[in-house]
């Protein structure tokens, strides 16, 4: 598998210099965020856990690998003893509503406000949850670290960063217009291939 380091060192051989890691380590994190908020096969769908507390209705959504942070929860499904169900999607504010009769029981509604979950009703026990949607990916830290956009997105986020570096600080507009258009094509590759799998019945495509 490709790692953080293994980029690094590729567009470091791209741009024939080996003076600028920093800025190197810096375009490539910018790099997955000028892409992360787009959906891909690799970013969506996985299963994000908690257990619901007693009489508790907020839940906050902290990192779980390989989840940073979600841009986008498809749905929700909660546990009564052996089984699972869909729970049903809500506004913020209809929740609120509803909370004008407090009430308990088993989860029936949710709505996302910033990184927190809200639940109607009240708990009336410790119910499993399983979130799911597109999501951000941890960040690369080290440079053993790997994840898809050091393998399935690597040539995406290559050319991305390199645009980045092109265009500053080395200021080579020719280069960074080769190394954009070159990113392009790896963007279709990539929406195609997704698309592709979503056909297949593996993703939910969503472009938003």
Do not use: C
């Not at 406000?113 to 009703?121: K, T």
């Amino acid at each position: 598998m490709s790692t953080y380091g293994d980029l690094k060192t590729q567009i470091a051989s791209d741009l024939r210099r080996s003076n600028l890691g920093p800025e190197i380590a810096q375009a490539i994190l910018d790099a997955i965020r000028d892409h992360d908020s787009e959906r891909f096969w690799w970013n969506e769908t996985a299963i994000y856990t908690l257990n619901t507390v007693v009489g508790q209705d907020t839940y906050e959504l902290n990192p779980q690998p390989p989840i940073l942070e979600f841009v986008l929860i498809d749905r929700l499904r909660a546990q009564i003893p052996g089984v699972w169900y869909t729970v049903k999607p809500a506004t913020i504010d209809q929740i609120e509503d509803l909370y004008s009769t407090p009430s308990n029981g088993q989860p029936a509604r949710w709505a996302v406000h910033g990184n927190e979950i809200r639940i109607y009703p009240y708990p009336a026990a410790i119910y499993p949850i399983k979130i799911f949607g597109h999501y951000r990916l941890m960040p690369l830290v080290l440079d053993s670290d790997s994840n898809q956009w050091t393998n399935e997105g690597k040539n995406l986020i290559r050319y991305t960063a390199l645009r980045r570096l092109f265009a500053f600080p080395i200021r080579d507009m020719n280069q960074m217009q080769s190394a954009e258009a070159s990113g392009l094509r790896q963007l279709e590759y990539l929406r195609r291939e997704s698309d592709r799998r979503a056909r297949e019945g593996r993703m939910k495509a969503y472009y938003g």
